[in-house]
């Protein structure tokens, strides 16, 4: 019993010691790769004056994505969206007539 004691004591000092060496290594260099500068996606505005209204296309690389409509007055502008990138400005139709519901902007901060 005494004989396995005196074995494994040099193995309980060293393997701590062991394991400060291999902590106080530095990690190895990773080569990150340069990433390369692009320009800012800025949407282009495309603004028509109508009879009683005035509208703002939002456009990215020749895609319109959003429509905006001022009305004449002292109504509030509504929008019509592209969401799933077809073309054609998405409408939500809640009756049997297709009337087309305006999104309006309730809260802007």
Not at 80 to 109: E, K, N, S, T, Y
Request: cysteine-free; aromatic content about 8%; overall charge negative.
């Amino acid at each position: 019993m005494n004989y396995r004691i005196l074995l494994l004591t040099p193995l309980l000092i060293l393997t701590p010691l062991q394991a400060q060496e291999r902590s106080s290594e530095q990690p190895p260099e990773i080569a990150v790769p340069e990433v390369e500068g692009g320009e800012t996606v800025e949407p282009e505005v495309t603004i028509i004056e109508e009879e009683g209204r005035t509208v703002h296309q939002y456009s990215v690389n020749g895609h319109v994505y959003m429509v905006k409509i001022v009305p004449a007055g002292d109504f509030p502008p509504y929008y019509l969206l592209d969401l799933d990138g077809d073309g054609v400005m998405d409408v939500r139709r809640d009756g049997p007539d297709d009337i087309a519901v305006p999104q309006w902007v309730l809260f802007r901060w």
